[in-house]
Structures are given as C-alpha cells and as structure tokens.
C-alpha cells in the first residue's frame, strides 16, 4: 500500500503514513508488534524519515509502545484502538460559506488558530456544509467524518441540524456562533442580548420610532435563532410596552431565495420600516448593494445596522454601521477552548459570551433628516 501518492494536499505526509499504520492496526493487518522500519517503508512506499516521526507520533498517542532492541509494541489493538486517547489530526472547519469565505469572514481568527494548529502537526481544513434535506446533510457530514476519522471539528455559525447530528454521533466539537439549545457543545460566540439592546439603542437615539424598527433573520427549521429573535422581542417590549404577539411581527424571516422578494413588500407598504436590524452580516450586504442599486436612500430612507463584520463590509458603499468581532479576549478564549479539546478535555455546557465593538459606520440616521 503506497501512501505518497495519495490525493495532494498540506497534510504531512508522515501524518498520511500515521493514519495508514493505525487504520491497519484497527483492520487487523498488524497485531502483536510492528514489523521493523525497512518492512514499513516498503509496504507503505515512503522514506525512513516519514515512518520514524509517524511511529513517534503513534508512541505518543499510546497506540504503540517501544523496548531499546525489541520490536515496536502493539498496545491498542483491534478492538481496542478506539478506546485509546488519540490526539486528533485535523481540525475541520465547517461552515455554511465558501471554503476562502469562511476563513477570511474572521481572518485573523483563523489565522492565528492555523499557527497553533501547525505547531502541533495538526491541518485545519474548511469545508463548506450546507444541505437542504436531513438525508443530504447526513450524506455529506458522513463523507467528512470517513474522510477524517480523528479529527475535532469547529462549527462556524453552523445550523442547528448539523450540530445535532455531531453531538448523536459522539463528535468533539465546539461552536464557534450560536449554539443549539438541544447539544452540550461549548460555545464561543458575541454576547447577542447586548448587541441588540445597543443597537435599538442606538436607533431610538437618532429619532427612529421603535415602531417602525424590524429585525431581519434567516429562517432556521431548528431552535438556532430562537434566542436572538426572543432578546429582539423582548428588548422591544420592555421599551415600548407594546404585546409580545404585535412584537414577532416585526421579525422578517427569510430563506435566502425570497430576501428580496420580502424587502420590496415591506418597503413598498403605506408605513414601511425606517430602520432594519440584520442579524447575519452576509444579509446586511445584501440589503444595502441591492437596495442602493435600486436607488434607495440609505440612511435616509432606511438606516440598517449589522450585528456583525466581515472584510467585504470595509469596500461597501455606504459605510455599514456594525460590530466588530472578533475582540481579543474573543480569540484567546475560542483558541484555548479548542487546544483543550485537542488535548481530551470533553467538558460541555458553557457558554462564553463577548461584546463586540461597535463601528458607527454610514448607514443610520435620523429618519426625519434629509442627506
């Protein structure tokens, strides 16, 4: 079996042959002991080199254990490999963007986590998870977790749906936006209660009537942004007194498709909206390019405020007011908590919540006033 020619990538090749010599072990081809380096770099088609620091890494793993003059030591066998502590290799990214949008959406996040990650010989891989169907999703989370066996995975502003069905199958992972009120993972995510109150804040400040303030999210089938439409309903209540029924209307539930659709019925309406409050940056883009191509005057005839930033956000015209993210207390924490499940730490349960800063960009003012 020849492991140097497998499929191009930045993985390390001896991690290749590390992953080929565990997977014999778990299939039986290998029991008792590990013949000697020269039967292995002719079986597995690489140099010495490759199999010395995989069968370094493998020791380290607990996998396989070495005696000076004897042969290397099976300590995990088949039935038991799964059961020993296996640091991971790769870290997977998943997220509903592009592979390069979703490393770029928090750069410098990522940046600094491929550093750590390189560090420790371990390959952060993106890959991009978005299924209209349960058995779509469940087909193509299948292949990930196939594909990379030992693996932690980040779940990047991910659904509901697919942080369910890593939790079911027993992944470690951590959520890395909100987390679903059905799975234990640790969360690292903006503290969404203080965003939005500062940004109604900010709107009733400028002159805008609450009445006339909408929150524009994506429709989730799961609980996802149930928390975040809850706080905006509330947020409102506790400001004007106004009952929680008449209050959910002001939430415009989208499914990407029919964005457009619905921002043409409420602005075309007799007493449209003055402001728009969007929970996904990816929305806020939208909204203002497509409005603003259409003549639309933004703040004038609606102020919008992002409840968070992207690099794209710095060459859009106007200016979106919104919050940055991620702050450095933000990165310390994410990076800290993922180290600490590469290391075997399967705590679960807690949420760590940040205040983002806020960028008073070009796209609020007063609704009464004329630019």
Request: glycine share 6%; charged share 25%; hydrophobic share 35%.
């Amino acid at each position: 079996m020849s492991v140097a020619n497998h499929t191009i990538s930045r993985q390390p090749l001896w991690s290749k042959v590390a992953e080929a010599i565990e997977a014999d072990i778990v299939d039986g081809h290998w029991s008792g002991s590990l013949p000697g380096e020269h039967q292995l770099t002719n079986h597995y088609g690489v140099g010495r080199r490759s199999i010395r620091t995989a069968l370094q890494r493998l020791e380290e793993r607990g996998i396989i254990g070495s005696s000076p003059g004897k042969s290397r030591q099976i300590l995990a066998d088949k039935a038991g490999v799964s059961s020993v502590s296996i640091m991971p290799d790769h870290v997977l990214l998943i997220s509903p963007y592009a592979e390069e949008q979703g490393i770029t959406k928090s750069r410098i996040l990522f940046n600094r986590t491929f550093e750590e990650l390189s560090k420790r010989g371990i390959q952060l891989v993106p890959r991009r998870v978005e299924a209209k169907t349960a058995k779509a999703l469940d087909r193509n989370l299948g292949q990930l977790k196939e594909q990379f066996p030992h693996s932690v995975w980040v779940l990047h502003d991910c659904s509901g749906a697919v942080q369910r069905w890593c939790q079911k199958r027993g992944e470690r992972a951590l959520v890395l936006g909100v987390g679903d009120p059905e799975v234990s993972f640790i969360s690292v995510d903006m503290d969404a209660e203080e965003v939005i109150s500062r940004s109604i804040s900010c709107l009733e400040k400028v002159g805008h009537d609450l009445s006339k303030v909408m929150m524009l999210m994506r429709r989730d089938p799961g609980k996802l942004n149930q928390t975040a439409c809850d706080l905006f309903v509330e947020e409102l209540r506790q400001r004007t007194f106004e009952d929680t029924s008449s209050l959910k209307k002001r939430i415009l539930l989208h499914d990407e498709a029919n964005l457009i659709d619905l921002l043409r019925e409420k602005l075309g309406k007799k007493d449209p909206p003055t402001a728009l409050l969007c929970w996904r940056t990816h929305d806020a883009i939208r909204v203002v390019t497509f409005l603003t191509h259409q003549g639309v005057s933004i703040p004038k005839n609606l102020s919008v405020i992002s409840c968070g930033s992207s690099p794209t956000m710095e060459f859009i015209h106007p200016s979106i007011t919104r919050f940055l993210s991620p702050t450095l207390d933000y990165e310390r924490c994410f990076l800290h908590q993922l180290i600490q499940l590469l290391e075997g730490d399967n705590s679960s349960g807690r949420n760590y919540r940040f205040v983002p800063e806020f960028l008073e960009g070009e796209t609020v003012t007063n609704p009464q006033i004329v630019i």
